[in-house]
């Protein structure tokens, strides 16, 4: 029987010390958990992918400019026409045939003014004909002009580029927030996982500690049993309390080490790195009393949380859209106007003088009006957007009341879980003192083995709970500043979107 307890202990001691190692060595990395925000901000794979997002919405921003890049146009070709001789009923003869041979340039330069919507064109021709209609002499001709174009009522204070523009610029806003969101989002999971890593430490501690009472207790049993002092059932449950804590044991240390994984797939791009190197938390798990303030609360939420001013940005684009559709319908009434100079003469050069000096000008201007009778397609987009924009405020609305709903929950759940904190503690103490007087009642043979058992069964899961509602006030912390929007300043965390 001695043999017996030599050999179990020895394995009880093997198994405790795999269960704390594991079965590979790995090497442990002390972290508190501002180093693993930092390392979560530079690492983690849905901060990287967001943040490419304001990017993506800046060159499509300056994309939208285009509309403005003024067109540059030059083009050349010659030309040469034979047209036969035709018969003509007031002559004799045939009139003769004609050969036109040509040589034609022609640039231009057009484009749109960003604040009014003026179209301009630019441009500038020249053209050398050779014995043209059967002339006996060569003769060059050409001119050089500009064209404007300014819409009075449509398109004038709002068209398709500078509609595009502005949107784009939203877009872009509502992207930087979204870069902020994510930011909390992964924040706040690092925080949570953190938490959850420490719990999950301290657990493995306290079913080790359920491990060795009841090794203990069977230890002490098989001694009592070998004087005869104690009956061999109550080995057998010893014997079955040991089974139980290592299983325990067996499943805190599985927990421990998705915990471990799940912390670390926060904090790297590179798992096959670090998949052998576990964090130790430098922290512990503390309730340090908060002071909660639901109206200073409800205050952050409703001015600092990035999804509500996502959802105002929305309102804001819709106002966008609706400002083009209502412009939209009005008729199109544009002022015309060109002036210019032209220029002829037997040579290119003397061409060029003409049109220098401006002896041969030309101009017009004038108004245009276009406007379709019915106008049924921009009256009914403009009627669907206005509906459209009455349907997001009271999103808007929604969500206001969701976040104030949800930031009144999560006080609440912090008030909760400090408190629960507070009795789990007295909890503990309690089970602990009830445990040492039953032990003191067994040794002098008041007390049965399931009887103190139990009062060990009650210990592990006083210390169980005290540590899983120390964890749970940490991250009822974490949650309710994630629902004010604030847990980027909670951790001195600084966005500038560029």
């Known amino acids: 029987m001695k043999s017996s307890r030599v050999f179990s202990f020895f394995f009880f001691a093997a198994f405790t010390a795999a269960a704390q190692t594991g079965t590979n060595t790995v090497m442990t990395q002390p972290m508190s958990l501002t180093d693993c925000i930092q390392q979560a901000l530079q690492q983690n794979f849905d901060v990287q992918i967001q943040r490419y997002q304001p990017q993506i919405s800046l060159y499509n921003l300056r994309a939208a400019y285009d509309g403005y890049d003024p067109a540059f146009n030059i083009s050349g070709q010659h030309d040469y026409t034979v047209s036969p001789s035709r018969y003509s ?9 004609s050969i036109s041979d040509e040589n034609q340039f022609n640039s231009g330069l057009t484009g749109e003014l960003p604040l009014s919507g003026l179209q301009y064109t630019f441009s500038g021709n020249i053209a050398e004909a050779y014995g043209n209609n059967g002339l006996p002499f060569d003769n060059s ?96 449950q010893d014997q079955s309390q040991v089974a139980q804590a290592r299983a325990s044991l067996i499943a805190a240390q599985s927990t421990l080490d998705t915990d471990q994984n799940a912390l670390k797939n926060l904090l790297t791009d590179n798992y096959s790195k670090t998949y052998d190197v576990d964090i130790q938390p430098t922290a512990t798990l503390e309730a340090a ?14 001015t600092e949380r990035p999804d509500l001013l996502q959802a105002q940005l929305s309102v804001e684009r819709q106002g966008i859209q609706l400002k083009f559709d209502r412009n939209q319908l009005f008729p199109e009434i544009d002022l015309l106007g060109s002036y210019g100079f032209n220029g002829a003469s037997r040579e290119y050069d003397g061409t060029f003088d003409q049109v220098r000096e401006g002896n041969a000008p030309f101009y017009y201007y004038g108004a245009q009006l276009k406007m379709p009778l019915s106008n049924v397609g921009p009256r009914n987009t ?40 507070q009795a789990t503690r007295q909890a503990r103490i309690y089970a602990e003192a009830a445990l040492d007087a039953e032990q003191k009642t067994y040794a002098v043979g008041k007390a049965t083995t399931f009887e103190v058992l139990t009062y060990q069964n009650n210990l592990t899961t006083a210390r169980s709970a005290e540590i899983r509602a120390l964890a749970d006030y940490n991250e009822a912390l974490a949650t309710l500043a994630q629902q004010e929007g604030t847990i980027l300043e909670q951790y001195n965390i600084n966005l500038e979107a560029k």
């Open 89 to 97: 009923p007031y002559t004799v003869t045939n009139t003769p045939p």
């Open 141 to 236: 001709f050409g001119s050089i002009g500009v064209t404007l174009q300014q819409p009075l009522l449509k398109n004038f204070w709002i068209d398709s580029t500078r509609l595009t523009i502005r949107l784009a610029k939203n877009q872009l806003k509502n992207d930087e927030q979204g870069v902020r969101q994510q930011l909390i989002t992964s924040v706040t999971a690092v925080v949570n996982a953190y938490f959850e890593l420490i719990f999950a430490q301290q657990n493995v501690q306290v079913q080790q500690q359920a491990l060795d009472l009841a090794q203990t207790q069977l230890d002490q049993d098989n001694q009592r049993v070998q004087i005869g002092t104690l009956a061999i059932l109550s080995v057998q």
């Open 289 to 302: 009393q908060e002071s909660f303030n639901l109206q200073d609360s409800w205050r952050k939420g409703l």
């Open 382 to 421: 403009y009627k669907s957007d206005k509906v459209t924009l009455q349907q997001l405020l009271l999103k808007l609305k929604q969500l206001e009341q969701n976040i104030m709903v949800d930031i009144d929950n999560a006080v609440k759940q912090a008030q909760s879980k400090y408190e629960s904190v």
